[in-house]
Every structure is written in C-alpha cells, then in structure tokens.
C-alpha cells in the first residue's frame, strides 16, 4: 500500500497569504460597485497587470474607462465624449501595479482586519491615500479606496472574480476619442 501526501500551502498570516495569492495573478475578470457620494454604478472590469484595465459601466451612459498602461480613457458612449489622462497623475496607477502594491504590502501592516476584509493604507506623496482590501476568507482582491479628480470620495468593492483568464489582446486597446 503506498500512501501519498499532498504539502497543502500554510502561511503563518494572512499578510503572508495575501502576499502569497496575489503575486501568482497576471490578470483577472470582475464585477464591481462603485459608489462616489451617494452615486452608486455597477459593472465589469478586466485587469491584466502591469497597469491594464477595461471597465464597462451598466448604465444609461454605457462608460467605459480603459488603461493601457501611460494613459486612461473615461468616455461616455452615449454623449460621445472622452477624458483622456496620463495614467501617472491617477491614483489607478497604484491600483494597476501590482509590483507597486506587493512592495507595499511587504512593508507594511494591515490598517484594519474585520471578517470581511483586510485593509492596506497605501500613501502617495504624503497627500494621496489608497486604501487597498483583500478579502479575509479567500485573500483575493476585494477593491479599493481613493479620491476623484473632484477630492471625492470612491469606494470599488469587486466580486464574482476569475483570475488567470484568456484576456483577447486588443482589450486594452483606447477607444476613438
């Protein structure tokens, strides 16, 4: 008879696990909420990092942002209007690196743990906070925390995520502005 044994992965803290499951992630697929004030907008993100991202928005503006890593598109698909960024002047460029965020977290330790999340404060220049969560049970990214061009307030809360997904290449490309 021969008996097998299967090492299962233990990590001392859920710092470590975090650290452990979002460095194996290249890309991943999303639904979102978005809540800024009392405006509340749902939809659905693909991410492939370094600092790509496609969001389209369920509403009657039909937005989508799309990062293709130096700049960021926001347009509205209704009114044809597009807001173009560089990428580097938005706090999304934190959220996109996860290079940047796995650094952050090495050196740091979480600012709140409660049962649904574990939060990581992450200061931009002294001035800009990012607060990133992961979520407590399975440490996958569960969203973030920043502030608008408009010093207001943006909650992104993620779920129903598939991670290492087939992304097709053209994805990030910008829309027509």
């Not at 991410?47 to 700049?71: A, F, H, M, T, W």
């Not at 002294?126 to 943006?154: C, H, M, P, R």
């Amino acid at each position: 008879m021969v008996f097998t044994f299967y090492a299962q992965e233990s990590f001392s803290s859920p710092k470590d696990n975090i650290l452990n499951n979002f460095s194996k992630i290249k890309n991943m697929s999303f639904d979102f909420t978005q809540q800024i004030e009392e405006k509340i907008e749902v939809g659905s993100c693909k991410i492939q990092y370094p600092k790509l991202l496609r969001c389209l928005y369920n509403n009657k503006d039909r937005k989508e942002i799309v990062s293709n890593g130096r700049s960021l598109v926001i347009k509205n698909n209704r009114h044809n209007k597009s807001y173009i960024y560089p990428l580097k002047t938005t706090l999304l460029r934190h959220v996109l690196d996860k290079k940047f965020i796995l650094e952050e977290i090495r050196k740091s330790e979480p600012s709140k743990i409660n049962e649904d999340n574990i939060e990581f404060s992450i200061m931009n220049n002294k001035t800009n906070l990012v607060k990133i969560f992961f979520d407590s049970k399975t440490y996958n990214l569960a969203g973030w925390k920043t502030t608008d061009i408009y010093q207001k307030e943006v909650i992104f809360k993620i779920s129903n995520i598939k991670k290492n997904i087939f992304i097709e290449k053209n994805t990030f490309k910008l829309p027509t502005l």
